[in-house]
């Protein structure tokens, strides 16, 4: 009985329902009362359905995860510069999953019906003495991940906070070495003035948001795995180098 429960939870069905519904709820204050920019839409037109991973850079807990999703029906439906008319929620990609932490996920009944939008949940942090304190992905949790690569496109986001410039996990590293999927970094701005931290609320109407898709990564699998998530940290502009720049108090 969970077995089926568990199937009918991620079918196209239900996840088809809730792009359907969670998308036209969330359409004008992504593309409407706020102003979506999308740069490297073109990257995306050539992938294979399976085993793409999309590593992004974090500023809400659901507004980035929303706008994606939009996105990847868009394309879809063969959109190359914009949403435009989001009739894609008529049928939508449902190969989509992406990353959150178990905890986030579980809060309320807004964050569960979400998570059936194809949330990976994952414990990413445990609390000591009323602080959060970061540990690693847990080796089952890898395995999720990987499960998911194996016919579906995965977000994830390195740093598993939307605090800017937080170092990457390794877990992210361990994932891309051993699964070695199709890596595509995302650079996305506007966000953290938009939206409050939910990604559901807004603060500031009017602001221009934006994602930018990057070429696929040039990755040498058998590299270590620290080499790696400097690679993807500096894809994503969350590395020193930008840290020194200023680039996200200038730009984002």
Known sequence: MATFFTK??????????????????????INIFNKLQ????????KLPKKNV????????????????I?????????KKHGLGIPYYLLWPFTKIYYVAAEETMKKNWISRILSLGGAITVKR????DGKEVRKSLDPSDTRKIERALNDN???????????PFAP????????????????????????????????LKFKKR?????????APLQIDYNDTSENILEQVMDSIEQSKQYMLKGRHHVTN
């Not at 496109?153 to 605090?163: A, C, E, L, R, S």
């Not at 009017?206 to 990057?214: A, N, V």
């Open 38 to 45: 999308i740069t490297g839409m073109e990257n995306l037109h």
């Open 125 to 128: 942090t445990w609390v000591k």
């Open 53 to 68: 991973l999309f590593v992004s850079n974090h500023q809400t807990y659901f507004a980035e995860v929303i706008t994606f």
């Open 153 to 163: 496109w995965v977000i994830t986001f390195p740093q598993g906070t939307t605090k």
């Open 168 to 199: 990457g996990r390794k877990g992210t590293a361990f994932i891309i070495k051993h699964h070695q999927p199709i890596v595509i970094p995302v650079v996305i701005g506007g966000y953290w003035r938009a939206f409050d931290k939910k990604g």
């Open 70 to 78: 939009h996105i990847f029906c868009a394309v879809s439906w063969r």
């Open 206 to 214: 009017g602001t221009r948001l934006t994602i930018t898709f990057k």
């Open 8 to 29: 009918f939870k991620e079918s196209r069905f239900v996840k088809g329902i809730v792009y359907a519904v969670i998308g036209t709820i969330t359409y004008p204050g």
